[in-house]
Nanobody, 121 residues
Framework: QVQLVESGGGLVQAGGSLRLSCTAS????????MGWYRQAPGKQRELVAY???????NYADSVKGRFTISRDNAKNTVTLQMNSLKPEDTAVYYC???????????????WGEGTLVTVSS
């Protein structure tokens, strides 16, 4: 089994910064894509950013230029640096990882439990 544990959420004023981290543990052979999604109250979960094992990145238009995703393959960790936060960034942020438990298996998607980010105006 694989567990994803997020940390770093909290309350911040508009214009401030937060750094989210997510670490995968358990039965891991390799991790393909890692990413962050968010879900605001009353809205569907949406992609924020993802990063491939080769460190190619993709961002939602709403966060481009403000958020930066990075990963440490040796530590099975993905990080989201969030700057210039806006009230509309308020949401529960979820970590996602596509994990291969062994060299003989295909990747399976795992989710963290989420961490709340609240941006006050």
């Amino acid at each position: 089994q694989v567990q994803l544990v997020e940390s770093g959420g909290g309350l911040v004023q508009a214009g401030g910064s937060l750094r989210l981290s997510c670490t995968a543990s358990g039965r891991i052979f390799s991790i393909n894509d890692m990413g962050w999604y968010r879900q605001a109250p009353g809205k569907q979960r949406e992609l924020v950013a993802y990063i491939t094992r080769d460190v190619n990145t993709n961002y939602a238009d709403s966060v481009k230029g403000r958020f930066t995703i990075s990963r440490d393959n040796a530590k099975n960790t993905v990080t989201l640096q969030m700057n210039s936060l806006k009230p509309e960034d308020t949401a529960v942020y979820y970590c996602k990882a596509d994990v291969r438990p062994s060299p003989l298996t295909t990747a399976r998607t795992y989710w963290g439990e989420g961490t709340l980010v609240t941006v006050s105006s």
